[in-house]
């Protein structure tokens, strides 16, 4: 009997066996968190409406938001928001993204402190 119960496994070989069955344990249980119709869980921690956020080099984070089919993306850490109304090319979600992506490469800006943290 093989079992690994309580017990590290000897070769590399039983070690990326199991390094690998996790893994397969890991996506299945995310798969199962997710909602019928495609869409990702909501994800702890992250506002609602969050698909997906960019860290600015001052620490805030570009939250980009897809709601009622009006991607916009908003710093954190400064005034500034990306909008279908804003005057540069509006439009797909894509370059909502893009500009998350190059606004996050310059904003020094810091996150304001919010209650409770540090
Ligand atoms: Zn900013």
Excluded at 10 to 18: D, S
Excluded at 75 to 90: D, L, V
Aim: with cysteine.
């Amino acid at each position: 009997m093989k079992g690994w119960a309580g017990e590290t496994p000897e070769t590399p070989e039983q070690f990326l066996a199991e390094l690998e069955r996790r893994a397969e344990a890991d996506k299945a249980r995310k798969v199962s968190s997710e909602t019928p119709s495609g869409q990702p869980a909501h994800v702890s921690g992250w506002p609602e409406g969050v698909i997906a956020r960019y860290l600015t080099v001052g620490g805030a984070k570009v939250d980009v938001t897809d709601t009622d089919e009006h991607p916009e993306a908003v710093c954190g850490g400064c005034p500034q928001t990306f909008t279908r109304n804003s005057r540069y090319i509006s439009g797909s979600l894509d370059t909502v993204h893009r500009w998350a992506q190059e606004h996050a490469e310059k904003c020094r800006a810091l996150p304001r402190p919010e209650a409770g943290g540090r």
